[in-house]
């Protein structure tokens, strides 16, 4: 069965800190794991890494992806207030049209 | 054009009506998808359009009943649900590739927030 896990489920952290979110998971068919940004309604989209580009920056944030050890890591430096959200990490598979398997979530708060 | 739309943004049923659910996108986009979320779960996939034919039904009661007009447009009918069904709907869209090289990162809309009295 496919299955995306996320770590840790919660963190609360104080403004400016550093943080580090984990994505590890076991599909068949792999294609490409995306993390997503989900504050009060819809995920937004972040990163798309796959065996072709497995490191991903934009401002703050970068991604990578370790094939070798079937998991991803979110980086967020100096965060801010407005990074509280839930950060989800979901993985692609080869189909005609993307199935996306979701890991849980990381609850992210960011305190001032 | 780049974004999802869905409406209504609320949905509040009786058990006996029946409703639909509507998404549009006009990004060129040929894969369309139905997802449901509970609070604190993520996301879980329903259906997937592909091309505007059902390519994958994840074994969703037929109290559901999704549609794809066009390949802009989205629709979910709701007919007896129940109150489990109670839910963020969101719909989500992406370019549609059958060849490995094809990485097609899906966009999602705001959703419907639906209440089955």
């Avoid at chain 2, 009918?77 to 899906?106: F, K, V």
Wanted: proline content about 5%; charged content about 20%.
């Amino acid at each position: 069965e496919d299955k995306v896990v996320q770590s840790p489920l919660s963190l609360v952290v104080h403004e400016g800190d550093t943080v580090t979110l984990n994505c590890s998971y076991e599909v068949t068919n792999f294609r490409s794991l995306l993390w997503y940004k989900q504050e009060k309604k819809a995920p937004t989209f972040l990163f798309m890494l796959t065996s072709s580009g497995i490191e991903k920056k934009s401002g703050r944030l970068s991604s990578i992806l370790d094939k070798k050890e079937l998991s991803s890591i979110l980086n967020i430096t100096a965060t801010q207030t407005g990074d509280s959200a839930i950060y989800l990490c979901a993985v692609s598979k080869s189909e005609g049209a993307q199935k996306l398997v979701f890991g849980q979530g990381t609850r992210l708060t960011i305190n001032p | 054009d780049t974004e999802v739309t869905q409406t209504p943004k609320h949905l509040v049923m009786g058990m006996t009506n029946k409703k639909s659910l509507k998404c549009e996108q006009h990004m060129g986009h040929r894969a369309m998808y139905w997802y449901k979320q509970k609070a604190k779960k993520p996301p879980e996939l329903m259906f997937v359009y592909s091309y505007e034919k059902l390519s994958i039904n994840e074994s969703v009661p037929s109290r559901f009943s999704p549609e794809c007009p066009n390949s802009s447009l989205l629709n979910l009918h709701l007919h007896a649900l129940q109150p489990e069904d109670s839910a963020l709907y969101l719909c989500a869209s992406s370019r549609a590739g059958i060849m490995i090289s094809s990485y097609n990162e899906q966009f999602f809309g705001p959703g419907t927030r639906l209440t089955v009295l």
